[in-house]
C-alpha cells in the first residue's frame, strides 16, 4: 500500500477516535453536535477513499507484492521450517473450522 495513503488512513482513523472521545464526554450539546458533524464528515471521507477505484487498485498492487515477497522467502525457507509452518496452518484451520 502506497505510504501516503496508509498515513492518511492512521490519521483519520486518530481524529475519529479523539472526536469520539469528544464526543462521548459530558459537555453541552452544542460540542457534542460538532463533534458528530466532524465524525460524520470524518466517516464520509474514509469512505471516500475506501471506495476510490485507484485507491483500492494500488492496495490490490501492494498486497499482491507483498504476498510475491512472502511466497519467494518460503521458498528459501529449510524444509523443517516448511513442515512446522504446515502443521501450525492445519491446526489453525481446525480451529477455524471449529468456531463457525
Given at each position: 500500500?502506497?505510504?501516503?495513503?496508509?498515513?492518511?488512513?492512521?490519521?483519520?482513523?486518530r481524529?475519529?477516535?479523539?472526536?469520539?472521545?469528544?464526543?462521548?464526554?459530558?459537555?453541552?450539546?452544542?460540542?457534542?453536535?460538532?463533534?458528530?458533524?466532524q465524525?460524520?464528515?470524518?466517516?464520509?471521507?474514509?469512505?471516500?477513499?475506501?471506495?476510490?477505484?485507484?485507491?483500492?487498485?494500488?492496495?490490490?498492487k501492494?498486497?499482491?507484492?507483498?504476498?510475491n515477497?512472502?511466497?519467494?522467502?518460503?521458498?528459501?525457507?529449510?524444509?523443517?521450517?516448511?513442515?512446522?509452518?504446515?502443521?501450525?496452518?492445519?491446526?489453525?484451520?481446525?480451529?477455524?473450522?471449529?468456531?463457525?
Amino acid at each position: 500500500m502506497p505510504q501516503e495513503y496508509e498515513n492518511c488512513m492512521t490519521g483519520i482513523n486518530r481524529v475519529l477516535q479523539l472526536t469520539w472521545e469528544i464526543a462521548e464526554k459530558p459537555t453541552d450539546d452544542k460540542t457534542k453536535l460538532q463533534a458528530f458533524a466532524q465524525l460524520n464528515e470524518g466517516y464520509k471521507f474514509k469512505m471516500d477513499l475506501t471506495t476510490n477505484g485507484v485507491v483500492i487498485t494500488d492496495a490490490i498492487k501492494y498486497v499482491q507484492g507483498q504476498m510475491n515477497h512472502l511466497n519467494k522467502t518460503e521458498k528459501a525457507l529449510p524444509q523443517d521450517i516448511k513442515e512446522n509452518k504446515q502443521q501450525e496452518e492445519i491446526e489453525e484451520q481446525k480451529t477455524t473450522n471449529g468456531i463457525f
